[in-house]
Structure formats: C-alpha cells, structure tokens
T-cell receptor
C-alpha cells in the first residue's frame, strides 16, 4: 500500500515563482526523502530529513517535516524552467532493522514556464 | 565515476517469453532494489536484496525473479507468468545500515510486450 501521497498532483508556475509540494503519510517513519524524476529518466535523490528534524535546506530547496501531522513539504524557491520534473516523496518505515525500504507516493508533476 | 547502470534502455518481449533486465553498480552499496513504475503511479517494490545470495519479495513479486550472486549485480527476470509486464523498471542501490541514506537510481529500462 502507498505510504506517502503528494499534493497537488500537478503544479504549473512561472519562472521565478516558488513551488510548494506537500506529502502526507500514515505511519511512523525513520526518515522522509524527496526525489526528482525528469521524464523517462531515473530518480535523483534531493534531500533526506530524519524524524527528529523539522527543517532542512539544500540550495534552493527547503524541506519541512511535521511528525505530529504526518506531513512534509518541499519548497523550491526562485524556480527555473529546468526544475520541470516529477517530484516524489518517499518514506522509510524502518523500525530498527538493518535494511530500510522506501515507500513512494504518486508524485507531483511540476511545470515551470519560461 | 561511480554509478548504477541498467541495460538495455528499451526491451521488447513477446508473449510467453522470459526476459532479463540487467542492473550493475560500482558504488560498493550493499542493498539493491527493483521498482516498477506505471503511468500516473508511484514506484512499487518488486524485490530487494541486502547481501549477496539473499533477497526478499516486495509488494508485487509475482511473475518476477531475481538473483544476487555478486554484490555489484542484481538482475531481474520478467517471466511469462507476469501478465502485464509493460512498464518502466528502475533499479536502485544504497548503503545498508540504519536507513539514513538516499537511494541511487539507474536510468531505467522500458519494457514493452509486443
């Protein structure tokens, strides 16, 4: 069953605007990760936030995590046409075992218009 | 440069035929995964492996088989028992451990039944 669900399913913005995508999940997690996928390509890891962290930054990316609401958001600031891609959240529900497996949502399709 | 290589990029399968998708990594990662992606869907886990000669079924293992004879290699066979194999297949790898590592993905194999 799907663990993470992204919202919205699709987002269309102009270059320079900020893009915000949300992810909700159902059970306790070890960490939550965001990935990007360009059309027809593999996924690229963007950022990982642990369950005891509330916010992380990486360049123009800002990720927040609210474990009480079981939700996360990915903010891309000053978006560019090259940011056009699908963005997936993935949750790691590893409960102390030595192998984590990720559960992926259906993704948000972001289109940034020049 | 280290990375994960999937081949072939495109594969066509006739009805009743078994086909094998290749996945090789030189990242010295212990854990490897196979995911299936259908249009508008998230990634669904087929099989995963933490160590050589050991692997576990994921959520949709029926009609698929894998082997892990070498740390670097995790081939996936799509058997004739898989009734709807047309999809985009993604291989990934990561360090084993507490699960606080992102995945590295290959560029995918698109399988089509003809």
């Amino acid at each position: 069953s799907q663990q993470g669900e992204e919202d919205p399913q699709a987002l269309s913005i102009q270059e320079g605007e900020n893009a915000t995508m949300n992810c909700s999940y159902k059970t306790s997690i070890n960490n939550l990760q965001w990935y990007r996928q360009n059309s027809g390509r593999g996924l690229v890891h963007l950022i990982l936030i642990r369950s005891n962290e509330r916010e992380k930054h990486s360049g123009r990316l800002r990720v927040t995590l609210d474990t009480s609401k079981k939700s996360s958001s990915l903010l891309i600031t000053a978006s560019r046409a090259a940011d056009t891609a699908s963005y997936f959240c993935a949750t790691d529900m590893n409960r102390g075992s030595t192998l984590g497996r990720l559960y992926f949502g259906r993704g948000t399709q972001l289109t940034v218009w020049p | 440069d280290g990375g994960i290589t999937q081949s072939p990029k495109y594969l066509f399968r006739k009805e009743g035929q078994n086909v094998t998708l290749s996945c090789e990594q030189n990242l010295n990662h212990d854990a490897m995964y196979w995911y299936r992606q259908d249009p508008g869907q998230g990634l669904r886990l087929i099989y995963y492996s933490q160590i050589v000669n050991d692997f576990q079924k994921g959520d949709i293992a029926e009609g698929y088989s894998v082997s892990r004879e070498k740390k670097e290699s995790f081939p996936l066979t799509v058997t004739s028992a898989q009734k709807n194999p047309t999809a985009f297949y993604l291989c990934a790898s990561t360090h084993a451990g507490t699960g606080n590592y992102g995945y590295t993905f290959g560029s995918g194999t698109r399988l089509t039944v003809v």
